[in-house]
C-alpha cells in the first residue's frame, strides 16, 4: 500500500486508476447497518404496519421508562397537546405546573426550563405570550420555589418541537417566545432571522444539562411537531420556509440523539405525518377543514404506540375519546373533503386484503374507517365481523352490487 501513501502525487494518482480498472465489475460496498426505505407502493396501503415495522421499531426504548404512576410535563403544541389528554384521562399529567402555550422555539423552551428549575430571569424580557387581547408578558402565577418543587416530582418530560424562524433583539441577542409587540416592536433593533442547526441544538443540550444538574435522571423524550408554521416573514415562499424551519429542527434533534444522552429519546410523529403520509392515498393532513392539523386517525396511531413503547400500556377506549374529543376546534373531527370517495378506496382495499386471506389487515382498514369516518370505534374481531361492516358501508355509499357480495360471502360462511 506504499505506493498511495502520498495524496496528490503521480504516483498516487496512478494506483487509483489502477483500482479503478481493477473495480470495474466490482459491486457496491454495503455495509452491515444498511436500512432500506420502503420501495414498493403497496406497502404504504397499511399505514400502521409500515410505520411499525420502518419507523417506530428504531426509536422505541428497550422497555417502557415510565411507571403506571409517573406523572409527566408535556410543553409545546400539537402531539403534546394529544399526550397530555391522554395522560390527563388516565392521571398522569402533572397538571399542577401551568406551562405556557407559546413555547414553540427551543429557545423559549429553554428560558422556561432554566428558569422553573435554577430561578434564571436573565431572559424575562422576550417572555411574551399569545392571549384572547393579543401580546401579553408572560407572568408566572407561582412563585419559582413551586415550580422547582413540581418539576422535581414528575416522572419524565415530553417537549415537542415547533419552530426554527425566530424574532431576535440585536442588541442582547434575545430570542423572543412568540414574537414582538407592536407596541415594543423597533425595525432598528428587532430582526426576523431563521436560527442555525447548532443554536437549536445548543438548546436542546442546555435543557438535558438544566434538567440533569437540578432534578436527576428522568427520561427526556423530545418530538417534532408535523403542523406547518402560520406564516413565515422571510418574503419566501412559506412552504419552502416551513420546509427549511422544520429540516433545521430536525437535524439539530439528529446531532443530539447521536450524542446518546442517557434517558433521552425522540419519538417520529413528523416522519409518520410528513413522509410515510406523503406515500399514502389518505391525506394525513386536515383534521380540521384546514391544512394545519393532522387527522385524527394519525394521531391516534402516534399516541397509541407511544402510550405502548414508554408505559407499557395500551391505549384503550377511553384513551382514544381522551385524545380525539374537546371542545378544541382546532382539533374537532370534521369531515375531510371527498371523503365518500376515500371510504370508497378504503373498502375495496379491504376487500382485496380479504380476497388474499390478509382479514387481520382488512380488519385494520375497517376499523380504522369506522373510527374515522363514522365516529365509531366498532372493532372487528371475526371475519363475519369484517363483512357486516362492509355490508353496511356499502349500504351507507349505495354500492348495492358490493352490498350484495358481502351479503353473499357473508351466507357462505355462516
Given at each position: 500500500?506504499?505506493?498511495?501513501?502520498?495524496?496528490?502525487?503521480?504516483?498516487?494518482?496512478?494506483?487509483?486508476?489502477?483500482?479503478?480498472?481493477?473495480?470495474?465489475?466490482s459491486?457496491?460496498?454495503?455495509?452491515?447497518?444498511?436500512?432500506?426505505?420502503?420501495?414498493?407502493?403497496?406497502?404504504?396501503?397499511?399505514?400502521?404496519?409500515?410505520?411499525?415495522?420502518?419507523?417506530?421499531?428504531?426509536?422505541?426504548?428497550?422497555?417502557?421508562?415510565?411507571?403506571?404512576?409517573?406523572?409527566?410535563?408535556?410543553?409545546?403544541?400539537?402531539?403534546?397537546?394529544?399526550?397530555?389528554?391522554?395522560?390527563?384521562?388516565?392521571?398522569?399529567?402533572?397538571?399542577?405546573?401551568?406551562?405556557?402555550?407559546?413555547?414553540?422555539?427551543?429557545?423559549?423552551?429553554?428560558?422556561?426550563?432554566?428558569?422553573?428549575?435554577?430561578?434564571?430571569?436573565?431572559?424575562?424580557a422576550?417572555?411574551?405570550d399569545?392571549?384572547?387581547?393579543?401580546?401579553?408578558?408572560?407572568?408566572?402565577?407561582?412563585?419559582?420555589?413551586?415550580?422547582?418543587?413540581?418539576?422535581?416530582?414528575?416522572?419524565?418530560?415530553?417537549?415537542?418541537?415547533?419552530?426554527?424562524?425566530?424574532?431576535?433583539?440585536?442588541?442582547?441577542?434575545?430570542?423572543?417566545?412568540?414574537?414582538?409587540?407592536?407596541?415594543?416592536?423597533?425595525?432598528?433593533?428587532?430582526?426576523?432571522?431563521?436560527?442555525s442547526?447548532?443554536?437549536?441544538?445548543?438548546?436542546?443540550?442546555?435543557?438535558?444539562?438544566?434538567?440533569?444538574?437540578?432534578?436527576?435522571?428522568?427520561?427526556?423524550?423530545?418530538?417534532?411537531?408535523?403542523?406547518?408554521?402560520?406564516?413565515?416573514?422571510?418574503?419566501i415562499?412559506?412552504?419552502?420556509?416551513?420546509?427549511?424551519?422544520?429540516?433545521?429542527?430536525?437535524?439539530?434533534?439528529?446531532?443530539?440523539?447521536?450524542?446518546?444522552?442517557?434517558?433521552?429519546?425522540?419519538?417520529?410523529?413528523?416522519?409518520l405525518?410528513?413522509?410515510?403520509?406523503?406515500?399514502?392515498?389518505?391525506?394525513?393532513?386536515?383534521?380540521?377543514?384546514?391544512s394545519?392539523?393532522?387527522?385524527?386517525?394519525?394521531?391516534?396511531?402516534?399516541?397509541?404506540?407511544?402510550?405502548?413503547?414508554?408505559?407499557?400500556?395500551?391505549?384503550?377506549?377511553?384513551?382514544?375519546?381522551?385524545?380525539?374529543?374537546?371542545?378544541?376546534?382546532?382539533?374537532?373531527?370534521?369531515?375531510?373533503?371527498?371523503?365518500?370517495?376515500?371510504?370508497?378506496?378504503?373498502?375495496?382495499?379491504?376487500?382485496?386484503?380479504?380476497?388474499?386471506?390478509?382479514?387481520?389487515?382488512?380488519?385494520?382498514?375497517?376499523?380504522?374507517?369506522?373510527?374515522q369516518?363514522?365516529?365509531?370505534?366498532?372493532?372487528?374481531?371475526?371475519?363475519?365481523?369484517?363483512?357486516?361492516?362492509?355490508?353496511?358501508?356499502?349500504?351507507?355509499?349505495?354500492?348495492?352490487r358490493?352490498?350484495?357480495?358481502a351479503?353473499?360471502?357473508?351466507?357462505?360462511?355462516?
Amino acid at each position: 500500500m506504499a505506493d498511495i501513501a502520498t495524496p496528490g502525487t503521480k504516483q498516487f494518482i496512478g494506483s487509483l486508476a489502477k483500482r479503478r480498472d481493477e473495480s470495474r465489475k466490482s459491486t457496491w460496498h454495503i455495509a452491515e447497518e444498511t436500512l432500506y426505505f420502503p420501495k414498493e407502493v403497496a406497502l404504504f396501503r397499511d399505514i400502521e404496519k409500515v410505520s411499525d415495522e420502518f419507523l417506530f421499531s428504531h426509536f422505541r426504548p428497550e422497555r417502557p421508562v415510565f411507571a403506571p404512576t409517573d406523572r409527566l410535563v408535556t410543553m409545546g403544541s400539537c402531539f403534546a397537546d394529544r399526550i397530555r389528554r391522554w395522560l390527563a384521562s388516565q392521571g398522569k399529567l402533572a397538571d399542577n405546573i401551568d406551562v405556557p402555550s407559546g413555547l414553540n422555539n427551543t429557545f423559549a423552551v429553554r428560558q422556561f426550563i432554566e428558569w422553573a428549575l435554577t430561578g434564571n430571569r436573565s431572559e424575562d424580557a422576550y417572555w411574551y405570550d399569545k392571549g384572547d387581547d393579543g401580546a401579553y408578558h408572560w407572568e408566572a402565577p407561582e412563585e419559582h420555589a413551586f415550580y422547582k418543587a413540581a418539576f422535581a416530582q414528575a416522572g419524565g418530560l415530553v417537549v415537542t418541537l415547533g419552530l426554527s424562524e425566530v424574532w431576535r433583539d440585536r442588541e442582547t441577542g434575545g430570542v423572543f417566545w412568540r414574537g414582538v409587540p407592536e407596541v415594543l416592536f423597533d425595525v432598528s433593533r428587532h430582526e426576523f432571522v431563521v436560527s442555525s442547526v447548532d443554536d437549536n441544538a445548543g438548546n436542546l443540550r442546555r435543557i438535558i444539562r438544566a434538567v440533569r444538574d437540578n432534578i436527576g435522571d428522568i427520561p427526556i423524550v423530545f418530538t417534532l411537531s408535523p403542523v406547518p408554521l402560520t406564516a413565515t416573514m422571510r418574503g419566501i415562499s412559506p412552504i419552502a420556509s416551513d420546509c427549511v424551519s422544520k429540516s433545521i429542527l430536525r437535524v439539530a434533534v439528529d446531532m443530539v440523539m447521536r450524542e446518546e444522552h442517557s434517558d433521552v429519546y425522540y419519538w417520529p410523529g413528523f416522519e409518520l405525518v410528513r413522509w410515510i403520509g406523503a406515500h399514502t392515498d389518505r391525506a394525513t393532513f386536515g383534521g380540521d377543514d384546514t391544512s394545519r392539523h393532522p387527522t385524527n386517525r394519525v394521531v391516534k396511531i402516534i399516541v397509541d404506540r407511544f402510550v405502548q413503547a414508554f408505559f407499557g400500556e395500551e391505549l384503550g377506549a377511553g384513551g382514544v375519546e381522551a385524545i380525539l374529543g374537546g371542545s378544541d376546534d382546532s382539533i374537532a373531527d370534521t369531515r375531510e373533503p371527498q371523503e365518500d370517495m376515500d371510504i370508497r378506496r378504503d373498502v375495496n382495499l379491504a376487500v382485496e386484503y380479504l380476497t388474499k386471506g390478509e382479514n387481520d389487515t382488512a380488519r385494520r382498514i375497517i376499523s380504522d374507517v369506522w373510527l374515522q369516518h363514522f365516529d365509531e370505534a366498532q372493532a372487528a374481531q371475526s371475519d363475519a365481523d369484517v363483512l357486516t361492516s362492509l355490508r353496511e358501508m356499502f349500504r351507507m355509499l349505495e354500492c348495492h352490487r358490493m352490498a350484495g357480495r358481502a351479503d353473499d360471502e357473508l351466507n357462505r360462511i355462516a
